[in-house]
T-cell receptor
Framework: GAVVSQHPSRVICKSGTSVKIECRSL??????MFWYRQFPKKSLMLMAT?????????EQGVEKDKFLINHASLTLSTLTVTSAHPEDSSFYIC???????????FGQGTRLTVV | AQSVSQHNHHVILSEAASLELGCNYS??????LFWYVQYPGQHLQLLLK??????LVKGIKGFEAEFIKSKFSFNLRKPSVQWSDTAEYFC???????????FGPGTRLSVLP
């Protein structure tokens, strides 16, 4: 199946700094990518839908100024956690939509720890 | 807003027992429906999907699901579970406009050997 690469897989940062997470579709073009946050033993919470060349659509309660999403090309979307705080520590997962009548392919996830 | 509910938080079964996990969604339009599985320490893997046609879809590892439009349901079934089916199962719904790909809260399945 199609491959989605997410990088880094694990990152530790200091409180107040920013962290960028990349999501790449390696063998297909993804006009739509999704960003999720997964808490321990919980489901995936959709944070935002990212469409290539346009602004992301954020879910209610997700701060767009804190979680900056850029989808500059058909194979790359980035999530930047700005001014990170310990409560932002979580597992972030991206997925890329393969197109009509296909499926979403998931990245490996990024474990963010803010200290 | 679109939402997905799963009936059971944690299901415990013995090997060879039959499984049915409930999934309901709230969205009045055309939807695509999915079941994903997440084994411990691994990332999400697609079990099966429904787009159109036969409402009974078969997936990998002996799983199947039935779409009942009138009930807004997409329940997952397996006639005989194995210990290796122990995992977290997520139902997901995507609307046909491309926006929103929403997951249910998940059901943890524990299969006792």
């Amino acid at each position: 199946g199609a491959v989605v690469s997410q990088h880094p897989s694990r990152v530790i940062c200091k409180s107040g700094t920013s962290v960028k997470i990349e999501c790449r579709s390696l063998d297909f073009q993804a006009t739509t990518m999704f960003w999720y946050r997964q808490f321990p033993k919980k489901s995936l919470m959709l944070m935002a839908t990212s469409n290539e060349g346009s602004k992301a659509t954020y879910e209610q309660g997700v701060e767009k100024d804190k979680f900056l999403i850029n989808h500059a090309s058909l194979t790359l979307s980035t999530l930047t956690v700005t001014s990170a705080h310990p409560e932002d520590s979580s597992f972030y997962i991206c997925s890329a939509w393969g197109g009509e009548n296909t499926e979403a392919f998931f990245g490996q996830g990024t474990r963010l720890t803010v200290v | 807003a679109q939402s997905v509910s799963q009936h059971n938080h944690h299901v415990i079964l013995s090997e060879a027992a039959s499984l049915e996990l409930g999934c309901n969604y709230s969205y009045g339009g055309t939807v695509n429906l999915f079941w994903y599985v997440q084994y411990p320490g691994q990332h999400l893997q697609l079990l099966l999907k429904y787009f159109s046609g036969d409402p009974l879809v078969k997936g990998i590892k002996g799983f199947e699901a039935e779409f009942i439009k009138s009930k807004f349901s997409f329940n997952l079934r397996k006639p005989s579970v194995q210990w290796s089916d122990t995992a977290e199962y997520f139902c997901a719904v995507k609307n046909n406009y491309g926006q929103n790909f929403v997951f249910g809260p998940g059901t943890r399945l524990s299969v006792l050997p």
